[in-house]
C-alpha cells in the first residue's frame, strides 16, 4: 500500500535554507509533488518531479529525489517568513484516476 | 481568473441535515476530484471523475454522492450530516487526456457540523 511520511515541524531563521524531507513506500509511485498550505488557505502546486529525475531546480527551490531510498526533499532557499506554512508531499502514478496520496505535512517556521 | 472555485467557502450545519458543495474549474481540465482535510491536516482522496465518469470511490459511507453535470463541474452532496464530516473539502482538477499530471486545487470548503 501506499504511505508518505513526512517530520511534523521544522523551525529555519530567516535567510538560511530549509530542507523538508519526505519517504514513500510504494516503488510505482510515478510523480511526486509539493504542495505548499498557508492558514486558512488552499493548496498551491509548488513543484512535482517525474521518478526519472533526481534533480528539479525552480528559483529558490530545489527538489531531489532518491528513488532507490525512496527518499524526496524540498530545499528553500534564502528562507523568508512568507514561507512560513504546512509543506505537503505528495504522490500518484499517474493515469488512470491519478490520486494523489499526500506525506502528513510539514509545519515549516520561519523566524526572525 | 479562478482556476478551481468552491462554494460556498465556509458552511456551519446541524447534524442530520444535507448539504451541498460545488466546484467548478476553468482549466478545461478533463479529470475532477473531492478529497478531505480531516482536524490534523491529514488529506485523502474521496473522488475522482474523468470526462464525468466515476473513476475512484474510496471508501466513501454512501450519504456522501458527488455529481459532475459537466467536465467542468464536480459536486459533492452530503446526505444526513454527522460530526465527523466536520472537515475542509478541496476540489482539484487535472488534465489526464494530456498526461499532464499536475493537480490544482480550489480554496477549500470548511464544513462544521454542529
Known amino acids: 500500500g501506499e504511505d508518505v511520511e513526512q517530520s511534523l515541524f521544522l523551525s529555519v531563521r530567516e535567510g538560511d535554507s530549509s530542507v523538508i524531507n519526505c519517504t514513500y513506500t510504494?516503488?510505482?509511485?510515478?510523480?511526486l509533488y509539493w504542495y505548499k498550505q498557508e492558514p486558512g488557505a488552499g493548496l498551491q502546486l509548488l513543484t512535482y518531479?517525474?521518478?526519472?529525475?533526481d534533480m528539479k531546480q525552480d528559483q529558490r527551490l530545489t527538489v531531489l529525489l532518491n528513488k532507490k531510498d525512496k527518499h524526496l526533499s524540498l530545499r528553500i532557499a534564502d528562507t523568508q517568513t512568507g514561507d512560513s506554512a504546512i509543506y505537503f508531499c505528495?504522490?500518484?502514478?499517474?493515469?488512470?484516476?491519478?490520486?494523489?496520496?499526500f506525506g502528513t505535512g510539514t509545519q515549516l517556521k520561519v523566524e526572525l | 481568473d479562478t482556476a478551481v472555485s468552491q462554494t460556498p467557502k465556509y458552511l456551519v450545519t446541524q447534524m442530520g441535515n444535507d448539504k451541498s458543495i460545488k466546484c467548478e474549474q476553468n482549466?478545461?481540465?478533463?479529470?475532477m476530484y473531492w478529497y478531505k482535510q480531516d482536524s490534523k491536516k491529514f488529506l485523502k482522496i474521496m473522488f475522482s471523475y474523468n470526462n464525468k465518469e466515476l473513476i475512484i470511490n474510496e471508501t466513501v459511507p454512501n450519504r456522501f454522492s458527488p455529481k459532475s453535470p459537466d467536465k467542468a463541474h464536480l459536486n459533492l452532496h452530503i446526505n444526513s450530516l454527522e460530526l465527523g464530516d466536520s472537515a475542509v473539502y478541496f476540489c482539484?482538477?487535472?488534465?489526464?487526456?494530456?498526461?499532464?499530471?499536475?493537480?490544482?486545487f480550489g480554496p477549500g470548503t470548511r464544513l462544521t457540523v454542529t
Open positions: 482549466l478545461g481540465h478533463d479529470t
Open positions: 518531479i517525474f521518478s526519472n529525475m
Open positions: 482539484a482538477s487535472s488534465s489526464i487526456g494530456t498526461s499532464r499530471y499536475e493537480q490544482y
Open positions: 505528495a504522490e500518484s502514478k499517474g493515469g488512470g484516476g491519478n490520486k494523489l496520496t
Open positions: 510504494d516503488s510505482s509511485s510515478t510523480y
